[in-house]
């Protein structure tokens, strides 16, 4: 599936240009309409399991996250109530369960770092020159490292903020804080990931 960046919304399906009524597809899925509920999975699989990924790096336990997520909107459809998109609820619910399992196995990651592909969004604001030098993609695995090394809410922060661009607000509503600590969590974070790769260096 090929994910485009929306400002403040977090991923959407390439080529979906009709907003989805969130609500009512939701409503109808409750309802027993498979379509419906097909429509949510597919919408957002995709950015659920590599936000899941970087959380716990084994495809297989993303995988089973990201469909324990769905199974859980489901059973829980029909206490729904707007308040929140559709989206900032399954992210809640997902980031949850990685978060839980990322506790669980902080130290062990299943893909050797220095073959994990980096994520330039993460980056962005961090990594100066052409993405494709020797220099950058060094310090691109270093920062890879030093971010699974994160307390797992930290790790989920940057991750909400970084690659699923999402605002304060959306990441206090998934992580259930107040805005003011989600900037709280941003600011260790970035402390904690300076300190980890002047260490490095």
């Known amino acids: 599936m090929t994910l485009r960046k929306k400002k403040g919304g977090g991923a959407a399906q390439e080529g979906s240009s009709t907003p989805v009524d ?5 409503r109808r899925a409750c309802a027993g309409d498979r379509v419906a509920f097909r429509v949510l999975v ?6 659920l399991y590599t936000f899941v990924y970087r959380m ?38 997902a980031s949850r369960l990685a978060m839980n399992e990322a506790s ?15 994520d330039a969004s993460v980056l962005r604001s961090t990594v100066p020159g052409p993405a494709e030098t020797l220099e950058t993609k060094e310090l691109a695995r270093s920062l890879e490292a030093a971010l699974d090394r994160l307390p797992p809410n930290q790790r989920a922060a940057v991750l909400l903020a970084r690659v699923e661009e999402l605002s304060y607000a959306e990441i206090a509503q998934i992580l259930e804080i107040s805005a003011g600590a989600v900037d709280g969590l941003l600011q260790r974070a970035r402390k904690n990931l300076t300190e980890m790769l002047a260490s490095s260096l």
């Open 22 to 26: 969130e609500p009512d597809v939701l």
């Open 42 to 47: 597919d919408r957002y699989r995709g950015p």
């Open 56 to 93: 716990v790096r084994s495809a297989p336990v993303a995988e089973e996250l990201v469909q324990e997520t769905f199974v859980r909107v489901f059973r829980a459809s029909s206490r729904y109530r707007p308040t929140a998109r559709v989206s900032t609820w399954l992210f809640r619910i």
């Open 104 to 118: 669980r196995a902080r130290h062990t990651l299943e893909t050797p770092l220095e073959e994990a592909a980096p």
